[in-house]
C-alpha cells in the first residue's frame, strides 16, 4: 500500500510516500518560507524523484491538527484537492501523535509538546514499545505547570519533542530526573510519520472522504477570541 502524507502544522513542512511502511521518498524543508510556496513544488518533485503517479497512491494522508492555523488549512487543502481529484481515501492525523512513529521502536514515554503561546503548550503522551505506538491520553492544551505535575507519576523516562519540547524542558530539568530532550533531528512532525500513523489508521478502516476531512483545533483562532473578548468587554 502506498501513502502520500503532507506535514505543514508548525514553520516547518515535509511530504513523504511510502510503501508497505517503507520510506520511498521525503522532503523536509525548515526555511522559513511560507507553506503557500514550498508546499506544492516539494509535492511534484517527490512524486518525479520517486517516479510515482499521484494515481498510484492509495491513501493520502495529512496532519490536521493541532498547530499553526494556516499552516494546518493549507496542508488540508492540498490532500482535500489530491484525494477528491482521484477519488482515493484520507486519513487525519494528529500532529502530536506523528511525532510519537520517529521514535519507534523506543522503550520509554513520548511527550509530545507543541508551543501553543499564552504560557500553554498542545500536548499528548504515548508509550513507545517494539510492538508500536500506544496513546496514554487525548490531545489537549494545558500550562506547562499542570503538564510537569502530572508527568511526575511516570516511573519510566520521558523523552520531549516537538518545537515546545526545549521551553518544557528547561523548566522541567530540575523537577524531573526522567526527562530528556529529544535529538535535533528527530523532534519535529515528518511526513513520514504522518504515514506511520495513517497507516495503522487505514488497517483499521478509519479513513474519511475528501468532503469529510477537516482541521482539527484545539482552540479559537487568536483573532477570534480577540474579538470575543472584545464583545465581553463592551
Known amino acids: 500500500m502506498k501513502i502520500f502524507a503532507v506535514d505543514t502544522s508548525t514553520k516547518c513542512a515535509s511530504v513523504a510516500i511510502t510503501e508497505d511502511g ?12 511560507t507553506h503557500s510556496e514550498t508546499l506544492m513544488p516539494m509535492t511534484q518533485l517527490l512524486f518525479k524523484s ?8 492509495d491513501c493520502f494522508a495529512v496532519n490536521c491538527g493541532p498547530g499553526s492555523f494556516t499552516g494546518i488549512r493549507i496542508g488540508v ?16 492525523v494528529s500532529a502530536l501523535e506523528s511525532m510519537a512513529y520517529n521514535f519507534q521502536p523506543c522503550d520509554a514515554y513520548i511527550c509530545c509538546v507543541m508551543d501553543a503561546r ?14 508500536g505506538v500506544v496513546r496514554v491520553c487525548e490531545d489537549r492544551a494545558l500550562s ?8 511526575k507519576t511516570l516511573d519510566r523516562k520521558i523523552i520531549l519533542v516537538g518545537d515546545g519540547a526545549e521551553l518544557c524542558y528547561n523548566k522541567m530539568k530540575t ?52 474579538l470575543m473578548a472584545k464583545s465581553k468587554n463592551k
Open 144 to 151: 506547562i505547570e499542570e503538564l510537569t505535575e502530572e508527568l
Open 22 to 33: 517503507v520510506i520511498r521518498g521525503e522532503f523536509f524543508l525548515n526555511c522559513m518560507l
Open 77 to 92: 487543502a492540498e490532500i482535500k484537492g489530491m484525494a477528491y481529484a482521484l477519488n482515493k481515501p484520507c486519513v487525519a
Open 50 to 57: 520517486c517516479r510515482t503517479a499521484p494515481a498510484e497512491v
Open 118 to 131: 499564552c504560557s500553554q503548550v498542545y500536548n499528548a503522551l504515548f508509550e513507545v514499545m517494539e510492538n
Open 175 to 226: 523537577e524531573l530526573s526522567t526527562v530528556e530532550l529529544s535529538p535535533e533531528n528527530i523532534r519535529y512532525q515528518k511526513a513520514s510519520g504522518v504515514c506511520m500513523a495513517a497507516e495503522s489508521k487505514y488497517n483499521e478502516g478509519k479513513t474519511l472522504t475528501s468532503s469529510e476531512l477537516m482541521p482539527t483545533y484545539l482552540r479559537l483562532p487568536q483573532a477570534q477570541r480577540e
